[in-house]
């Protein structure tokens, strides 16, 4: 029987973090995978990332003929995904890693609760050798989520989980955005549906200083206060969120980085607690401490 839910998962030369992803989505899950290749220098070699798979469903690939950006990656991948009719739509991006039944726990959540279109979880951040360097906790619920989506995102990317469906009134990824394309996302789903996040710690996101939101931090911020405006309203978080992307177009990404506590409270980032988590050979996955 065919599986409900698709992952989609953009790639652009980089096999080796593909490989690493796909390997990391555990043999217990019923998903399909399809990646979308956004114009690589080579073509991926299918065969050899049909070896890392261990899930129980198949893998897909798109090929578009040049680069096109993430955004509209994702948006063909989106077009892909509903004409096969599956249910679901989990993301994932090259590099990061799954948490033990990451997309089953989603599933059976949003299953669970018919009236919530999109779920995320919390995550830990990585660097390139899979240690953890910080751990990134987010709000659950849909009235916190509605309130602090102007301070800081609420979601992390890679991490989201959501109806098809959402897909009817929705219309994919804002292509006015080569980044920040998943803040305007997310303002879009929760004019029709409740979100929500998993508070456990189901993805680890490699955590890469030539990516595009760390090379590309002026555009994501503009890109970030664009949304802002679009939808802003009268109150303290909307406020609050336009100010703090001002202030942080003027200050160097270095500075934020070393007191992020003052920018991402509200996510409740715990360094220390972060340092004591360990990596489980075993289980292939971080614990935290115990």
């Known amino acids: 029987m065919k599986p409900q839910i698709c992952i989609l998962l953009p790639h652009f030369n980089d096999l080796e973090g593909l490989q690493k992803s796909i390997a990391s989505i555990g043999n217990t899950e019923k998903v399909d995978v399809l990646v979308v290749d956004d114009g690589s220098d080579?073509?991926?070699?299918?065969a050899l990332v049909r070896q890392s798979k261990n899930f129980r469903g198949d893998i897909y690939f798109l090929y578009l003929t040049v680069n096109q950006g993430i955004c509209k990656a994702i948006n063909h991948g989106l077009i892909w995904i509903r004409q096969q009719g599956y249910l679901f739509v989990a993301r994932l991006d090259c590099g990061d890693t799954c948490g033990k039944q990451r997309f089953e726990k989603q599933w059976a959540f949003l299953v669970q609760h018919p009236k919530i279109g999109l779920v995320g979880t919390w995550g830990?951040?990585?660097?390139?050798?899979g240690e953890g360097l910080f751990v990134c906790t987010l709000p659950t619920k849909d009235t916190e989520i509605r309130q602090k989506i102007y301070w800081s995102c609420p979601f992390m990317h890679p991490s989201i989980m959501f109806r098809t469906q959402v897909l009817d009134k929705v219309k994919g990824y804002d292509e006015r955005f080569r980044?920040?394309?998943?803040?305007a996302f997310y303002f879009q789903v929760i004019k029709h549906w409740k979100v929500a996040n998993l508070p456990e710690y189901l993805l680890f996101y490699e955590f890469d200083e030539k990516s595009i939101?760390?090379?590309?931090?002026?555009?994501?911020?503009l890109a970030t206060l664009t949304t802002l405006k679009e939808h802003f309203r009268w109150g303290i978080f909307p406020v609050l969120g336009i100010l703090k992307n001002i202030l942080a177009l003027r200050l160097s990404r270095k500075w934020i980085f070393r007191n992020r506590m003052v920018f991402r409270?509200?996510?409740q980032i715990n360094?220390?607690?972060?340092?004591k988590w360990r990596f489980s050979t075993k289980k292939s996955a971080f614990l935290p401490p115990s």
Request: net charge neutral.
């Open 179 to 183: 980044v920040g394309e998943d803040l």
């Open 42 to 46: 080579e073509k991926i070699n299918e």
């Open 124 to 129: 830990v951040y990585v660097d390139k050798k």
């Open 271 to 275: 360094i220390e607690n972060a340092k």
């Open 213 to 221: 939101s760390s090379h590309r931090r002026k555009q994501v911020l």
């Open 265 to 267: 409270d509200l996510t």
